[in-house]
């Protein structure tokens, strides 16, 4: 029955299908070659309207010619080498299927045929491709920390295509000594089971700025498609000067700046410029001393041998990334975002995310809803109308313009990271506009 094929589907079509019952077998003897390609059958979508569903007369030409069209589409992608999970990412394929459904097509006699124009046995698609399983991920999510990782998983996740291991906001496996020694069958094994065609990803913004990672990252899957998201180095450094005074963490070094019992923005504010300062002041003696090589090496071990500087080197994002391209990832695998655009466009940014990673755009701007008293977008539910924001815990420093840093400390801060900004650019082929005090 039904039942059969819908199981014998990846999970992102059963979502489009639904249930359904009442098939019966169907002779078709239109043969509508005129429909073998996306681009036809996307333009036969386009004139198919919900009203000429609910007349018999059209609604029977419809079914033949969209049925026909799915399996000379699948018997073209076949002959040009494509997979049968990339027939089922185009978006012109879903449309099709879930028309099929409302028509009431007989879905089994689609399988078969569609097993049959990838050469496949009886029943081997789901063999093939529509097995659950887990899957490294084909998407790394690198950081960088505190640029806004958390609200991009979020909004994602929203997804019915994309996955990420379960009960895990981030995995720190690649970062993690005795994680990384448990082995990749370790890795594996935290993965969300997933049909062919879905995506699997992880987001750990640590990778970033760990010089082991990428080296291990290549070496397990070397075409795996990267995502960055950077954001402003100077506001970066405060959100993050934040979350380890509020976190409790290295307290023996940011008890130095400031007393961690009064919290509150303006005692950060003011431990944060004492910190900067002093940091700004050994970084650049260091450089000045070692030169710019053992410099770069420095600022790639601090999370060994100076943890709390690397709240201003996380920053740097231009000697992070180069490490990337250097492990032997090639500048398109990488998407590089921009933060400040997650927090002003979401929409925007997510809809570029989806693209890159193959996965339809719908995530779109209708689900996003800036709330006035979180002073960020939250995620809106369609059918419900009610907004999600992010916890407390994300959302401290940027509200309402982000922080009021003396006008000294944001010129020594935007002076340090500027040279470093402008390789980012290079990087990138876009100037994001943070050099200027
Ligand atoms: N929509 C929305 N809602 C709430 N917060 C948002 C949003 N978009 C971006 N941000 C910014 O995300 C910052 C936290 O970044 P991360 O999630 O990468 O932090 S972490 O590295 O995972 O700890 C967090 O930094 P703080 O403002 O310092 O808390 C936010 O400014």
């Not at 920053?315 to 590089?336: C, P, T």
């Not at 929409?347 to 209708?366: C, H, N």
């Amino acid at each position: 029955g039904n039942d059969n094929l819908r199981s014998h589907l990846p999970r992102s079509i059963q979502n489009i299908i639904g249930s359904q019952s009442n098939n019966k077998q169907q002779k078709y003897q239109l043969n509508l070659d005129w429909m073998n390609e996306t681009p036809n059958l996307k333009r036969f979508l386009s004139k198919v309207s919900t009203e000429e569903l609910s007349k018999p007369d059209r609604a029977e030409v419809i079914r033949v010619s969209l049925f026909e069209a799915l399996i000379n589409l699948a018997k073209a992608e076949h002959e040009k080498g494509n997979e049968f999970p990339n027939l089922l990412k185009m978006s012109s394929v879903r449309r099709a299927i879930s028309i099929l459904k409302k028509l009431n097509a007989d879905l089994n006699l689609l399988q078969m045929k569609m097993e049959a124009a990838y050469g496949l046995c009886k029943g081997c698609l789901q063999e093939k491709y529509g097995k659950k399983k887990k899957r490294l991920p084909q998407v790394i999510c690198i950081g960088a920390k505190k640029c806004g990782t958390g609200a991009f998983q979020n909004f994602l996740a929203h997804h019915p295509h994309l996955f990420k291991p379960p009960g895990y906001d981030e995995v720190h496996f690649f970062d993690k000594e005795e994680d990384y020694a448990k082995g990749i069958e370790y890795y594996h094994s935290l993965m969300p089971e997933t049909s062919a065609g879905e995506i699997t990803y992880e987001k750990t913004p640590k990778y970033m700025v760990i010089p082991e990672v990428p080296g291990r990252i290549y070496a397990m899957n070397s075409t795996v498609k990267l995502i960055a998201i950077v954001c402003n180095p100077v506001n970066r450094a405060f959100s993050d000067f934040t979350h380890v005074v509020k976190s409790g963490y290295f307290k023996s070094e940011t008890s130095k700046y400031m007393n961690l019992e009064e919290t509150d923005e303006e005692s950060r504010l003011k431990g944060f410029e004492g910190f900067s300062e002093a940091y700004i002041t050994k970084s650049n003696e260091i450089k000045e001393e070692k030169g710019d090589a053992q410099w770069r090496k420095w600022i790639q071990n601090v999370h060994k041998e100076q943890v709390e500087a690397s709240i201003l080197t996380n920053g740097l994002y231009s000697v992070h990334l180069q490490n990337w391209l250097d492990a032997g990832f090639k500048r398109e695998q990488m998407l590089i975002l921009n933060g400040e655009e997650l927090i002003s466009n979401p929409a925007k940014i997510i809809l570029r995310a989806q693209e890159f990673m193959g996965l339809e755009p719908i995530i779109k701007e209708s689900h996003f809803v800036f709330d006035k008293d979180k002073g960020f977008y939250c995620f809106k539910n369609l059918k419900t109308g009610e907004p999600s924001c992010l916890g407390d815990g994300k959302g401290r420093t940027r509200a309402g313009g982000g922080p009021n840093f003396s006008p000294k400390l944001k010129e020594d801060l935007v002076s340090y990271f500027k040279p470093y900004n402008s390789e980012l650019y290079k990087i990138i082929g876009e100037d994001f506009h943070w050099n200027e005090a």
